[in-house]
């Protein structure tokens, strides 16, 4: 979280008598009755919060004429979800830090004394419990729980987590589902190459079923795995250019296919073949693998650390995997 993000969660959590968990950018607390949580769903836009509250109330759900009533309730308010008891309030985004902690202070406010005046309570997301329902990260996911249920769903993750130490990574046939899964990244790149287009799809296609692939065949995903796959998509990626080249030679020069693949460096040579626009598109096909790639990988390994663990928010200290 940069210092510009942290000063604006730091404002929303003052204003609102909230605090921000250090660990994960969650703004969370009680207040007026509710355990309420305020975070990014996608930390690549931090701008763009949401509101999220588990409660009940005896006259059930809110019906649409309430959720629409309380989208219009604040100009900042851009979606309404209802997800049994949990309601999660999408906020719009503002480009001002300043905007975006007034908005939210509002909106908060505004939330809560909407279901406090349309009677509902403070609830467990999992088993609907009326009281205490402490904001956690289970998974990944921000969940309102009861200390029973959280106990539970803290045990359940502990198992998870033993089970995966313990399963041993397998590398050779990790890299046997790496190769195998990079092949429909290479598909893509010819396909979409013989369509007259190069694109950061195919790194995007290249990087997930690469990865994917790895993690079926090894058993598991460590950075390990995730460093070989990379270097795999990287050899594929000039395997698939490479291929892509012949197919335009052997069609051009009625060629059989291995005569042509070999022949690139050749053909080069001889200036038969433009070396610039060989080695530009290449270059192309590596930013934009690396533009479609990167941010996969880092977003897989931090997924795979973050689905075995369960905390409180507020706890301090995130444990590691
Ligand atoms: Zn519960």
Known sequence: MNKQVKNCYESIAAQAGLAVDPTCSVIHGKRDGFDVTLFAPNTSYPYMLQIQVSALRPAGVLTNDELRELRRAHKSIRAVRQKGSVLAVSLKQSMWPKKVAENAVASVGLVLAFLRTHGFYNACQMCGKPGQADGCVVGGEVMNLCPACYALVQQGKQM????????????PAGIVGALLGSLA???????????????????????????KGYELLGGKLTKVGATVTFVLMLIMTYVGDRIDWAIVIA???GWGFGESFLSVGDLMQMGALDAGAYWGNLVLLYVFLI???????????RKRRAATVAYHLGDGVQPRV
């Open 160 to 171: 998870e987590s033993e089970k995966l130490a313990n399963t041993r990574e397998n590398v």
């Open 185 to 211: 990244g290479v598909v893509c790149i010819i396909v979409l190459s013989q369509l007259g287009y190069i694109s950061v799809i195919s790194g995007l296609v290249m990087a997930l079923c690469a990865l």
């Open 251 to 253: 069609r051009e020069l």
């Open 291 to 301: 533009v479609g790639a990167v941010p996969i990988m880092l977003g897989s390994l």
